[in-house]
């Protein structure tokens, strides 16, 4: 389980999130959805610990990321795996090399062919064995997130993370690729936290639902209640679309 | 941000590419591909840029100097001297700040704005100790090798330049390379070319590595790498020359 227990963070004079708490259930996938500029990505980060919060804290199973020993924060950063938006896959390594490199780095005591295996299964789980030897720039948007996901897996994590994982991808690829995050959690039991502002994802994924509004927790609820909340602001960002209103 | 916050946070930056770093297994791999990126995949430039710097550092001094009372041999050992105190390790290295340290700043800056190093980071590993100190190693060791090529074919450029038009004869030439020879003026060139390496290696990649925004953002980064690895350059040759000689 992740909790995130009152994360405050501001850039200047601008306060990005007021003051955010909540958990995040083991085997479930949580969604942190909210319009462009709330603070979603800037709380993803803030509980991977690549943002350093002014206050608050962020805790794996009771283990707090940043009042923890060097040692304890790089073993829960161990556990963890994350999907970015943008795949942030090496370019100057291939698609298999990209998969082996938390473990050629983290792994000392695994042998080469346990490595090669343990990559070839987390490539033939996203789909992408044929792609394998490719580079980054020779494979599609979709095919790159795909080999995120492959990398994100590849250590067996804890906890996902995923930050905006339709962004720039057609919406049949998007539901390929939010189905992979939902079959994958339920298959390692993981903690997964994905943010989006995709409401498809809402309502195809999310089991835990919370909306950001202007730097804080506005509503958090499962996908089942979301079209019948009262919060006005949620209601907007729900219903920006007709379609949302035609399936109520 | 004010002049005294840069370099603190240029220093902590330096501090972490040695604090909490990957195991040595990791490095030797690394630090080979750097020197092949950094040194190899410069000789030609510096290799150019020498030759061309000696032959005009002879064709100008042999000009210069007219009068009968001075030996024609006086060339040859002005020749070596600019070469071993400033042309050799100054210049070369200002040529490879443009580019090395672009090309540092560049690379490390994409990374940055790809979120490459935040996948690194989320891993559980030392970004700037995985990206940044094979480079500087790679650097300190490359850059000294490649300003001594560049005296050589710097004092190669003099020799047959000075025998293609005839401003001295090639006996001259060597007979004032060897005439008084400070064996010290070498050490004192690696010396220099050494702190040099150092600057544009660290520099370049501070720069690269708190690149914030987009493409533009990344030219800024490298062309801001390059003109303060230049100034650094600069700076630190005063400092050096006060200093040891």
């Known amino acids: ?248 | 941000m004010n002049i005294i916050q840069n370099w603190g946070k240029y220093f902590l930056f330096l501090f972490s590419t040695i604090r909490n770093r990957e195991p040595f297994r990791v490095y030797p791999s690394l630090i080979l591909d750097e020197m092949v990126k950094i040194g190899t995949n410069s000789m030609v430039i510096v290799a150019i840029v020498s030759t061309f710097i000696g032959m005009v550092t002879c064709l100008q001094t042999a000009d210069n100097l007219v009068s009968p009372l001075v030996p024609m041999s006086v060339i040859g050992t002005i020749c070596r001297d600019m070469t071993l105190l400033e042309l050799a390790p100054t210049f070369t290295c200002v040529v490879l700040a443009g580019k090395v340290g672009s090309n540092l700043a560049g690379e490390i800056g994409s990374m940055r704005i790809t979120e490459q190093i935040d996948a690194i980071d989320v891993m559980g590993i030392n970004s700037s100790s995985y990206l940044i100190l094979p480079k500087i190693i790679a650097a300190c060791i490359m850059i000294p090798a490649l300003c001594i090529l560049a005296a050589f074919l710097s004092l190669m450029g003099g020799y047959l330049i000075g025998e293609i038009t005839g401003a001295i004869s090639p006996t001259d030439f060597v007979a004032g390379i060897r005439n008084g020879f400070r064996p010290f003026n070498v050490f004192f060139a690696l010396t220099k070319s050494f702190v040099f390496a150092f600057l544009i290696s660290t520099i370049s990649s501070y720069k690269g590595y708190f690149t914030l925004g987009g493409a533009l953002e990344i030219g800024q980064a490298s062309t801001k790498a390059v003109t303060n690895s230049v100034i650094g350059i600069l700076i630190a040759d005063l400092i050096l020359a006060k200093i040891m000689i």
């Open chain 1, 1 to 248: 389980m992740i909790e995130i227990v009152n994360i405050k963070k501001a850039f200047g004079d601008r306060e990005v999130l007021k003051g955010i708490s909540g958990r995040f259930e083991n085997g479930n996938n949580s969604l942190i959805i909210g319009a462009s500029g709330t603070g979603k990505s800037v709380l993803l980060k803030c509980i991977v610990g690549l943002i350093q919060p002014d206050e608050g804290d962020v805790l794996f199973d009771g283990r707090s990321l940043f009042k923890s020993s060097v040692n304890e924060v790089k073993k829960i950063r161990r556990e963890m795996g994350m999907l970015f938006q943008g795949s942030a896959l090496f370019d100057s390594l291939s698609v298999f090399e990209n998969v082996r490199f938390p473990l050629d780095m983290l792994m000392a005591e695994m042998s080469d062919g346990e490595k090669n295996d343990q990559v070839m299964h987390s490539l033939e789980r996203v789909g992408l064995t044929p792609a394998a030897h490719k580079m980054p720039a020779e494979i599609s948007g979709g095919m790159r997130k795909r080999v995120g996901i492959a990398r994100a897996i590849v250590m067996n994590p804890k906890y996902l993370f995923c930050d905006e994982p339709n962004s720039g991808l057609d919406p049949m690829t998007s539901i390929k690729i939010d189905e992979l995050i939902s079959d994958i959690t339920d298959e390692f039991n993981m903690t997964t936290i994905v943010v989006t502002h995709d409401m498809n994802s809402v309502m195809g994924i999310g089991e835990y639902v919370m909306f950001l509004h202007e730097g804080l927790k506005e509503w958090d609820g499962d996908s089942n209640s979301i079209l019948h909340s009262k919060s006005q602001a949620l209601r907007e960002f729900v219903f920006a679309s007709k379609i949302m209103e035609k399936l109520l």
